[in-house]
């Protein structure tokens, strides 16, 4: 059985700060990790993933995440965040052997303010 | 393209009636993926079809929730009778097949009252 740990519930930032949102995941097999984003009123939007090759994978606004498999992390950063990355971000993995399930944490409110 | 359609966007009832929601996929998508996501929670999956086929309905509970996929293309999601614990968004996505990335509608909030 696969789970994700998302440790904080609510991240409040000021705009222009950088950020990192923690995502720990247990599993007894190789995984696949994702990051959603889900703005209010909205589904989820895929905003990164890890397959595999390189650990550190980035989204064309700005986000990164690095897979760490020694501490089976995947924690996503951010230099400079704005005022439009306020959502909740949600960590997810699958099981390459799997069929595609994604099991999720239970997210993290990112708050930017002025 | 266009996304995953679901529908209503809003349902409310009362403990112990039935509902349905409707989704259809993004056009050529084989796996459609129904999730619960309860408010705090992450979301987590309902059912999951290939094509018209269940692949995975391990945390659907059967006694009052069920889904077809009839045509392999749009899908119902039922809840007959509905309690209190179903208030929930659910969610519908849907993936070219397996091991592709998922692509979510915008969900219907359920309130149950």
């Known amino acids: 059985a696969q789970s994700v740990t998302q440790l904080d519930s609510q991240v409040p930032v000021f705009e222009e700060a950088p950020v990192e949102l923690r995502c720990n995941y247990s599993?007894?097999?190789?995984?696949?990790l994702f990051w959603y984003v889900q703005y209010p009123n909205q589904g989820l939007q895929l905003l990164l993933k890890y397959l595999s090759g390189s650990t550190l994978v980035e989204s064309i606004n700005g986000f990164e995440a690095e897979f760490n498999k020694s501490q089976t992390s995947f924690h996503l950063r951010k230099p400079s965040v704005h005022i439009s990355d306020t959502a909740e971000y949600f960590c997810a993995v699958s099981d390459p052997g799997g069929g595609n399930k994604l099991t999720f944490g239970t997210g993290t409110q990112l708050k930017v303010e002025l | 393209e266009a996304g995953v359609a679901q529908s209503p966007r809003y349902k409310i009832i009362e403990k112990r009636q039935s509902v349905a929601f409707w989704c259809n996929p993004i056009?050529?998508?084989?796996?459609l993926y129904w999730y619960q996501q309860i408010l705090g929670q992450g979301p987590k999956l309902l059912i999951q079809?290939?094509?018209?086929?269940?692949?995975?309905d391990s945390q659907l509970p059967k006694d009052r929730f069920s889904a077809e996929r009839l045509k392999g293309v749009d899908s119902t999601l039922k809840i007959q009778p509905a309690k209190l614990e179903d208030s929930a968004v659910y969610l519908c996505a849907s993936s070219l097949g397996l091991q592709q990335p998922q692509h979510f509608g915008d969900g219907t909030r359920l309130s149950i009252l």
């Open positions: 079809f290939q094509n018209n086929g269940v692949v995975d």
């Open positions: 599993s007894s097999v190789s995984v696949y």
């Open positions: 056009s050529g998508h084989a796996t």
